[in-house]
């Protein structure tokens, strides 16, 4: 089995990187891990004081935020699964240890803050959220707390994908590099 975690910011493009690696790995079995599907409940996430306003924020970009527990046993059990490919992402990939040392391909979404809030603004308002709470939220906390635990992930990955451009080459790259990996 070959393991690829992938990280970056919110709305870095993490997910649509994921979706056409998926695609183009069609000819094998792949398996996907999201670390989304682990937040705790909302009522039990910490919640963050921004210093810049003093407001109180659920905070969804920490690691206190993700029952790791329960990622880490479902992680293993995919790794174990008989799949060719596992692919894990989420914000955190990267940050936790204990599995980043069992993916052989790391990779980092890269992409401006100015641009992940212009898409975050775009997907939120589709879930029913305010433009004025998403901006809220994204200057006074989701920012800094990215600056705290997910950009420093950067400097542990193999690849950092501009999030900002075509990913087309890189994509050809991955999956050669997989397959080359599988044959071995």
């Not at 990955?157 to 999956?175: K, P, R």
């Amino acid at each position: 089995m070959f393991v690829i975690g992938i990280a970056g910011g919110s709305a870095s493009g993490k997910s649509t990187f994921t979706e056409r690696l998926i695609k183009e790995l069609g000819d094998l079995k792949v398996e996907t891990i999201h670390m989304d599907s682990f937040f705790k409940k909302r009522e039990e996430r910490p919640y963050v004081k921004s210093h810049l306003n003093g407001k109180y924020y659920v905070d969804d970009n920490c690691p206190d935020t993700i029952y790791f527990d329960e990622y880490r046993k479902r992680f293993n059990e995919l790794r174990e699964s008989g799949a060719d490919v596992l692919i894990t992402e989420g914000l955190l990939t990267l940050w936790d240890e204990e599995t980043r040392d069992k993916i052989d391909m790391k990779i980092f979404v890269d992409c401006r803050s100015d641009e992940r809030l212009i898409r975050r603004i775009n997907r939120n308002v589709k879930y029913g959220q305010k433009y004025e709470d998403i901006t809220d939220v994204f200057i006074n906390m989701v920012r800094f707390r990215h600056d705290q635990y997910v950009e420093p992930t950067k400097w542990t990955a193999d690849l950092i994908v501009n999030g900002s451009q075509n990913t087309d080459m890189v994509l050809e790259m991955v999956v050669e590099k997989v397959k080359r990996s599988l044959k071995a």
